[in-house]
């Protein structure tokens, strides 16, 4: 963990020296995370965009050998081949690419808590008596304090990055845990909720059997958990999230109707040709 750790600060260290804001460098390194899970979070939708296509035929094999189960799973295996879906990689590609966006959102998680806590590059006094921050003589515990040090005969105040002007996003400072700040702060575990929520909702997951506990719980444990992380990871999360309901509104080109609802249609169908 400690190696992915330091890749994610130099990534916001580099994209921090091109626009000195640290909203913004969580946007920039969240788009390449994106990139980089592209690939595989498109072959999965691929496979789940297949799924919905072959769920009439599937129905309609269950149905027709439901009382000889050999001949219902070679005839499930063929189906399987003339769609090109692996059954067992469903599973694999649906649940398990959960694993490498939860690895990020904790390394994220401490190197950002390391982050905003490491002292930056002294400033003059007077500039930061102009932010309306506080003085600490000893080491700051408070996100908005700083140390004073002498650099050249100058009094100088020693910044954590958390007190400096680049940590304000929108009006929140991104080193805060949301019981730092005002109410408003917990508006960010409430989105991160909420954008897990369409995400699961556009993938068409909530209609699905048994799927529709999954979709409300998952979101909510993850919105809970960002009540106790620092605001720029629950920023990480919701950005992902929402570019992750782009490319399914894409792939699915729209959401995805409720396979009970296609399947009432097919039967419909049926009941006109007979």
């Not at 295996?77 to 939860?102: D, E, M, R, W």
């Not at 699915?252 to 049926?270: N, S, T, W």
Request: charged share 10%; net charge positive.
């Amino acid at each position: 963990m400690g190696w992915l750790q330091d890749i994610l600060t130099k990534i916001l260290d580099f994209f921090y020296a091109l626009v000195p804001n640290y909203g913004v460098a969580i946007i920039f390194l969240t788009v390449i995370l994106k990139v980089i899970l592209y690939w595989p979070q498109q072959q999965s939708l691929m496979t789940s965009l297949r799924m919905q296509k072959m769920t009439p035929e599937m129905q309609e094999i269950q149905k027709k050998f439901k009382s000889d189960p050999d001949q219902l799973n070679k005839a499930m295996n063929q189906l399987y081949k003339k769609h090109g879906v692996n059954p067992a990689g469903c599973f694999t590609s649906s649940c398990l690419l959960q694993i490498p966006q939860l690895i990020i959102m904790w390394a994220l998680w401490f190197a950002i808590q390391a982050y905003f806590l490491t002292p930056v590059s002294p400033v003059p006094l007077d500039t930061a008596v102009g932010y309306g921050l506080t003085m600490t003589t000893t080491t700051p515990t408070n996100f908005l304090s700083y140390t004073t040090t002498v650099v050249n005969g100058v009094n100088m105040a020693q910044f954590l990055r958390g007190a400096a002007p680049g940590a304000w996003f929108m009006g929140f400072n991104l080193a805060y845990i949301p019981s730092q700040g005002g109410w408003f702060y917990y508006l960010w575990p409430a989105l991160v909720a909420a954008t897990m929520y369409l995400q699961s909702y556009t993938m068409g997951s909530s209609r699905q059997q048994g799927g529709a506990l999954m979709t409300i719980l998952f979101p909510l444990l993850i919105g809970w958990i960002s009540i106790s992380i620092p605001i720029a990871v629950s920023l990480y999360w919701v950005v992902f999230s929402l570019l992750q309901i782009a490319q399914q509104l894409i792939v699915f080109k729209g959401i995805p109707k409720p396979q009970a609802a296609a399947l009432k249609v097919d039967e419909r169908k049926k009941g006109k040709q007979t």
